[in-house]
Structures are given as C-alpha cells and as structure tokens.
C-alpha cells in the first residue's frame, strides 16, 4: 500500500487555524455591527453602506496582491494584511460617528482582502498536490465553523460584555492569527525557488499590465465562483428574514446545520477530487445546492428549513473548496498569489451583486421567488462548466 504525502504539517496546522480566527474576529460583527452603526444614528442605506464598502476595499486590495508579492513576498504580505485587520478592529474602539466607522470598515476589508488571498495561497504552498482537494477542503473548514459560531458568539459578547467586550474579543481573536501566522515557515528550498519564480512573474507582469491584477488562467473556476457567490449572498442576506415572515423562530440553528453538514462533506469531496477530478464534485453538489433552494421555496416549518440546510451545507461547503483547489491546479506556483485573489474577488463581487439585485427581487416578489431564482443560478453554473468541459474537450481533440 503506497503511503500518502504528509498533510497535516507545522505549516498547514497553523495557516488553518490562524485562518479560523481571521474569520472568526469577521463573523462576528455581521449581525452585531449593524446594530452598533444604529446607535450611532445610521439609516438602512448607511448601514447596508457599511457591510458594502467592506467587501469592495477587500476586492481593490487584491487586485495589487501582485505588486506587493514582488516587493514583500508572500509571508509578508500575510502578516501586512492581519495586522491591519488587528488596527481596524482595534480602532472601533474609537469609532465615534458613523464617518469614522465607514473609514475604519475601509481599513478593516483592505487587511481582509490582502489576508484571505495570502492564507490561500500559502496553504496551498503547503498542501501536497496529490491531495490538494482534500487539503483545501478541511483548511476551508475553518470557514464554516467561523460562518456557525461567529454570529451567535458575537451576539453573545454583546448581550453579556456591550460593545467594548465584542471589540475586546475581536482583537484578542486576531493577535492570536498573528501569533499564529508568525510562526509559519518556508522551508529554504522553497524560499529559493519562490524567488526566482517572483522575479520571472516580474518580468511577465512587465509586459502585461493586466497580470497584476488577474490571473486570466483561473476565469473559468472564478465566473463560476461569482455565480455562487451570487446565490449565497441572497441566502445569507435573506433567509432570517424569511424565517422570521413565516413565524419560524431561532434561524441560527439551520446555520449551525449548514456549517455541519459543511464540515461532514469536505471528510467526502476532498479526497473525491483528488482522485476523480473537479467534475465529480463540481457537479453533483451543484445539484444539491439547487435542491437546497427549491427546498426553501416550499419551506413553511422549521423541519425543511433545516433539510434546506444539510443540501445547502453540502454544495456550498464542497463547491468553494473544490473551485478554489482548481484554480490553484491551473497556474504556476508564482501565480497562485494573484489567481487566488482573482477567484476570491469574483467571489466577493458575486455575494455583493447578490446580496442587491436579489433584494430587489425580493422587493418586487418574494422571498420565495428570489430562492427558486437562486435555484435557477446553479442551473447557470452548470450550463457554463459544461460549455467549458466541452470547448476543452475539442481543443484536446
């Protein structure tokens, strides 16, 4: 029986769960910084503002992650992006009015975008090819408990502590990702080589401007990465309102089911694409996803709506792995800094374009028809993966 690369390194161990704690200082604040922006006197719009330009600065930040892996290099640029979250967290300590909180949220989603495109990267650096799938899956997973316990955590905090206990925690939460992230190191071997592929990426993004920014290679998996996000936006967004409209009580038990079912099928669609390849995941939980919303289309109880969320736990958490592990396949090692902050990008800009234009679906119908319509985005999904796989298959012919 042959023996499987090492996965479980000093390396990974601690990109894992330094990743666990970025994330978790972020969920946190997502029911509970609303409330704080209201306090201060800030209006739907404002507020709805303020989740926003969070996620635009992480997209303007990754879009000169290249620039800065030439002049930092990527543990660097690691520690640069949590240290700014650390000051941003630290600095809604002095947030007071609703301006000075818009620059700090500014501030906040930069050091994000930055941190979130480098934890990829360099997890992917430490994960050994042959079990990149998996790998990627259970680093993701960090994802999914943050997505479960942050809010409740947060809401928590600030019911026992008041907002100066929810910061407190936040900050604690990330100096800990740095104490984390500190530790992490590159082996000489690749440090070398992580140079000279640098330098040549310098030479390549010389003579193409647009390769700063975007990594053209990994479109496909990040188009399909946007729609998605697309569809996941308008859950996040919607789904405790909707419960709430049909007189369901305590929503954040389908999010705990979501995260757990999440965790559960990464033990299943990691190794699955290692050893079959990105279609044998991509597609069969494409499918479950879609399931998962005309389950909420027909959802009148607490029991499917938490059916809702084992399907829709099992697609989201096996697709955005599973997609991310692709792009990583697709480039060079030198490019996996600026491709995976190309796939997180469309990523974040498919969730914000979801989160809109599915209100407004919800405004002019219901929830209801904006959860079949987030259905009919997987069929989408599946129409474009199959045009590629086809336009791949001539080409190879």
């Not at 330098?199 to 003579?207: D, F, L, T, V, Y």
Request: net charge positive; aromatic share 14%; proline share 3%.
């Amino acid at each position: 029986m042959l023996q499987k690369d090492k996965l479980w390194t000093k390396n990974f161990v601690l990109l894992t769960f330094s990743n666990l704690f970025l994330f978790l200082a972020i969920e946190m604040l997502l029911p509970t910084l609303p409330l704080f922006a209201d306090e201060q006197g800030g209006s739907g719009s404002q507020i709805g503002l303020l989740l926003g330009v969070f996620t635009f600065s992480a997209v303007v930040s990754r879009l000169l992650i290249g620039i800065g892996l030439r002049r930092f290099g990527k543990r660097k640029m690691l520690l640069i992006g949590v240290v700014i979250c650390l000051l941003g967290m630290a600095g809604y300590y002095a947030a007071a009015s609703l301006s000075a909180l818009m620059v700090l949220r500014v501030v906040h989603g930069f050091g994000f975008g930055i941190a979130t495109a480098l934890y990829g990267t360099l997890v992917s650096d430490a994960i050994p090819a042959t079990r990149r799938g998996e790998g990627m899956g259970y680093f993701a997973m960090g994802n999914a408990v943050s997505f479960s316990v942050g809010p409740m955590m947060g809401l928590w905090l600030l019911e026992q502590y008041d907002y100066l206990g929810l910061f407190g925690a936040g900050v604690i939460f990330l100096f800990i990702t740095l104490v984390l992230t500190l530790l992490v190191r590159q082996p000489r071997a690749q440090v070398a080589e992580a140079a000279i592929s640098e330098a040549a990426a310098g030479i390549e993004s010389k003579a193409s401007p647009l390769s700063e920014v975007l990594e053209v290679k990994a479109l496909v998996p990040s188009i399909l990465g946007s729609l998605v996000g697309f569809a996941f936006g308008g859950m996040l967004s919607f789904v405790t309102l909707f419960s709430k409209d049909i007189g369901i009580e305590h929503t954040g038990y389908f999010f705990l089911v979501v995260a757990i079912s999440e965790v559960l099928i990464r033990f299943v669609s990691g190794p699955l694409f290692d050893r079959k390849g990105p279609f044998w995941v991509l597609f069969p939980t494409a499918v479950l996803c879609m399931i998962a919303s005309v389950l909420l289309y027909f959802t009148d109880s607490m029991g499917m709506l938490l059916l809702s969320g084992v399907f829709y736990g099992a697609g989201f958490g096996a697709l955005f792995p599973a997609l991310q592990a692709w792009v990583i396949n697709l480039v060079k090692p030198e490019r996996r800094g600026v491709a995976t902050a190309t796939y997180y990008n469309f990523f974040d800009i498919g969730i914000g374009l979801g989160s809109i234009l599915l209100g407004v679906v919800v405004t002019m119908t219901s929830y209801t028809t904006m959860f079949l319509l987030s259905g009919i985005l997987y069929v989408v999904f599946l129409i474009v993966y199959f045009a590629y796989l086809r336009r791949s298959a001539k080409a190879e012919g």
